[in-house]
C-alpha cells in the first residue's frame, strides 16, 4: 500500500502514473477495482466504493467533470465541485488512490478521437442530449486506459449510461468487468445525484414525483396492464406533479428497445425538469409477457 | 516459443487466446511486436514482419479483410485472399502468431462501436472514402486489445492513415509504440499495394506516373518553387499518363494541414484512378520554407 502512514488516499493526476500504479499492483497479483465519478459524491457513489473495497484488494477513485459529455447551455461551469469533501468521505474508505486529472491530461493538444457507440446510445438520453453518451464512452475509455482495473463500478441510476458503457467494453474487447449497483435513494423516494443539490426547496419536495412514478409503473407492471397504459400513467403522474416530462416509457432493459412479445427483463425509464433542474430515474421490472 | 517445432506460426482466430498468449509472453519480459495487415501479403509487408522480428523477442502478424474500412460499393468482395500463400511468406520469418480471426470475432453480434478520428482523417482520403478512417480507428483499437503488444508496425505508404493512427492512440492513451517504416517500391517505383493486381497490363506501365509525380514534386521543392505550381506540376503529369487524379498536393507531414510559412517537414500526396483500380502514393519531403 502506498496510501499515507494514517491511510489517506494517493492523490495522482498524471495518467502515466496512475497506469504504473495500477499495472504495478496488479503485476503482484492484487485484483484492482475502479469507481469513476464526476466528484460531488453522495452516497450513491459511497455504496460503488464501498462494493469494490468488497470486491477488490485495491480500489482507485476518479474524480473528473468531462467537459466533452455536456452538450453546450448545458450545466459543466455550475456542475458542483466539492473535491475536499469528495476526500473526506473517500479518507474513510479503503481507496487506495484518487486520480484527479486536468482536462488536458485526458485530451492532449489537438485531441481528435471519438468513441461513438449506437444502438442503446440512440434512444432516451441520446435523443435529447445529442453528443453526451459519445462524451461517455470516449472518456471511459480514456480512463480505462489509464486506469487498467480488473472491474469498474457504475450506479443503475444511470441505466442507459451503463448499457452503452457494456456495449463499448464488449464491442472494443476491454479486458475490464463492467458492476453495475442500485440506485441509491433519499427516504422519500428520490434518487441520489449530485444534481439533486440545484433544487429549489418547492422543487425538491415535487422530485419524488419520478420515483412515484415509476412505483406506479410497477404496480400497473405487475398487474397485467399494457405497456401503453403504464408509460400513460406515469407521465400523468409525473405532470400532476409540475414535471415537465421528457420521457416516461417501459421498455426493454437490456437494449431499450421496444418489449418483445415473450417475457423479458423490462426498465421503466423517466426523465423531466423541476424549473432548470433535469432528472432521471429508472426502475428494473421482472420479466413478464407483454399484453398489448 | 509456443509455434510449431518446425518453427511455423501458430494460428489463432479467437481474440482472448490471442490476448492471453501476448500477455503470457509479456509477463515473461518478452518485447511483443504487431504487423496488422489484410492479407495478400507482399514484399511491403515482409519488410514491416522483418523490423518487428529485429526489434522484438516475439512477432505476431494479424491478417483481417476489416469489412468496415470499405465503403460500399468499394472492393471489399474482391479484395484478394491469399491465406496459403501469406502463410508460407510468414513461415520463412521468425513470426510467432498469425491472428486471423473471423469478422463475428471482432465484431459481436449488435456491435454498435465506432472509434471516430477528425483531424488528419478528415481531409484526401477522408473526403474521397467517407467512414474509411473511422472503419480503421475502429479495428485498429479492437485489434490492439486482443493483441497488447509492445508496438505495432504501419507501411509509410498509407502516409494518412499512420497518421490517424497514431492521433487515436495518442488521444486514446493506448500504451503501443507506432513504428513507421518506408515504403517497398517495384524497380520502376511503383509502390507495393495489394490492390496493384488489380492493374490490366496496359495500366501497370502508366502507374508508374504516380511515383513520377512525386519525384518530380521533390525536384521541385528542393528548387523553391511554390507550392501551388507543385501541385500543378503533379497533377499534370498524372494526367498526362491517363490517372484521373483524385488529388495531388503538398502539406504538412504531421497533419496534413497547409503548410506554414516557417520550415517544416512535408509530404506529397497523390491519389488516382487507372481503369477501375485506385492508388495512392506519397513521398515526405525535408523541411523547407514555403515560398508562397
Not at 205 to 215: D, G, I, K, Q
Request: charged share 25%; glycine share 8%.
Amino acid at each position: 500500500m502506498d496510501g499515507d502512514a494514517d491511510g489517506r488516499p494517493r492523490l495522482l493526476d498524471s495518467p502515466a502514473a496512475m497506469r504504473g500504479a495500477v499495472l504495478e499492483a496488479r503485476a503482484a497479483g492484487r485484483r484492482v477495482g475502479f469507481v469513476p465519478t464526476m466528484g460531488a459524491l453522495h452516497a450513491g457513489h459511497a455504496s460503488l466504493v464501498d462494493q469494490a473495497v468488497a470486491d477488490c484488494d485495491d480500489v482507485a477513485v476518479s474524480i473528473f467533470v468531462n467537459p466533452t459529455q455536456f452538450a453546450p447551455g448545458e450545466d459543466f461551469g455550475r456542475y458542483p465541485r466539492t473535491l475536499d469533501a469528495d476526500l473526506r468521505l473517500l479518507e474513510k474508505r479503503r481507496v487506495r488512490w484518487v486520480f484527479t486529472p486536468r482536462v488536458e491530461d485526458l485530451y492532449p493538444p489537438g485531441a481528435a478521437t471519438r468513441v461513438v457507440v449506437e444502438g442503446p446510445a440512440l434512444p432516451f438520453e441520446g435523443v435529447i442530449r445529442p453528443g453526451h453518451f459519445s462524451g461517455v464512452a470516449t472518456v471511459v475509455c480514456r480512463l480505462f486506459t489509464a486506469l487498467p482495473a480488473n472491474a469498474a463500478y457504475f450506479g443503475a441510476k444511470d441505466w442507459q449510461q451503463t448499457l452503452v458503457v457494456k456495449r463499448m467494453v464488449h464491442d472494443l474487447g476491454l479486458p475490464i468487468d463492467v458492476v453495475v449497483r442500485p440506485t441509491v435513494r433519499e427516504p422519500d423516494g428520490l434518487a441520489l445525484s449530485s444534481r439533486n443539490t440545484y433544487l429549489a426547496a418547492a422543487d425538491r419536495s415535487r422530485a419524488v414525483a419520478l420515483h412515484e412514478s415509476l412505483l406506479l409503473a410497477e404496480r400497473l407492471w405487475q398487474g397485467g396492464a399494457a405497456v401503453a397504459a403504464i408509460e400513460r400513467g406515469m407521465r400523468d403522474a409525473l405532470e400532476a406533479r409540475g414535471v415537465a416530462v421528457d420521457y416516461a416509457a417501459v421498455v426493454a432493459a437490456d437494449s431499450l428497445e421496444p418489449l418483445p412479445s415473450a417475457p423479458a427483463p423490462a426498465v421503466a425509464l423517466v426523465a423531466g425538469r423541476l424549473g432548470t433542474t433535469r432528472l432521471i430515474d429508472n426502475l428494473l421490472l421482472p420479466p413478464r409477457a407483454t399484453a398489448d
